[in-house]
């Protein structure tokens, strides 16, 4: 799929039009961060969220699409697939900038983790994968345009691909009720 035609260049292009810089990948962190926590798929907090990182109500077309993109990241995460499409440009754009838009995409989620997680601890696991996440939100001056950057990002792109699953298992997916268990009165 051409550049110029990728779902991150469409929301990019609405993003400008509504006057709003932030990044397509960062908003879809965030997204997914807050998702992972446990913040469920009810539209009007996810828009609150949204609204504040834009530092503004979203715009009818862009409010549409952050809901529509709420309904794929819920659909990704529920459902039984096991893997996440990220919010990326194309492979098509260069290096550095795709660097770039993995570590808006890291840090978006979490900063959508951290407004959204719960009290209580985590596994050592999902603490790892927070921490693997705040270093790759580095990482954007560190690929080098060669084949051994090319190769170390679609590395951490599967790797991102994977993660998010591994926090919403632990976090947020629900859970079921136990058994009710018999009063001893």
């Given at each position: 799929m051409?550049?110029s035609?990728?779902?991150?260049n469409?929301?990019?292009a609405?993003?400008?039009a ?13 997204l997914?961060g ?7 798929f009810e539209?009007g ?9 834009l530092?503004?109500?979203p715009q ?11 309904e794929m990241v819920k ?11 990220l ?9 550095a ?6 570590g ?8 959508g983790?951290?407004?959204t997680?719960?009290?209580g601890?985590l596994?050592?696991?999902?603490v790892?994968?927070l ?8 990482v954007q001056s ?5 084949d051994?950057?090319e190769?170390?990002?679609?590395e951490v792109m599967e790797?991102?691909?994977v993660?998010?699953?591994?926090l919403f ?7 079921t ?6 009063s001893l009165?």
């Amino acid at each position: 799929m051409s550049s110029s035609n990728s779902p991150y260049n469409a929301f990019a292009a609405l993003l400008a039009a509504s006057g709003q810089p932030v990044s397509p990948a960062e908003l879809h962190g965030l997204l997914l961060g807050r998702s992972c926590a446990g913040a469920g798929f009810e539209p009007g907090p996810w828009l609150e969220d949204a609204a504040e990182l834009l530092g503004a109500e979203p715009q009818d077309s862009l409010r549409q699409a952050l809901i529509g993109l709420q309904e794929m990241v819920k659909g990704e995460l529920t459902g039984s697939e096991m893997a996440v499409i990220l919010l990326l440009p194309g492979d098509d754009a260069p290096l550095a900038e795709r660097a770039t838009a993995l570590g808006q995409w890291c840090q978006g989620f979490l900063g959508g983790f951290g407004i959204t997680a719960r009290e209580g601890a985590l596994s050592g696991e999902a603490v790892e994968v927070l921490q693997d996440l705040a270093s790759i939100a580095q990482v954007q001056s560190a690929l080098e345009d060669s084949d051994d950057g090319e190769s170390d990002y679609m590395e951490v792109m599967e790797y991102l691909r994977v993660a998010p699953l591994l926090l919403f298992a632990e976090c947020a997916r629900p859970t079921t009720p136990a058994a009710a268990k018999p009063s001893l009165h």
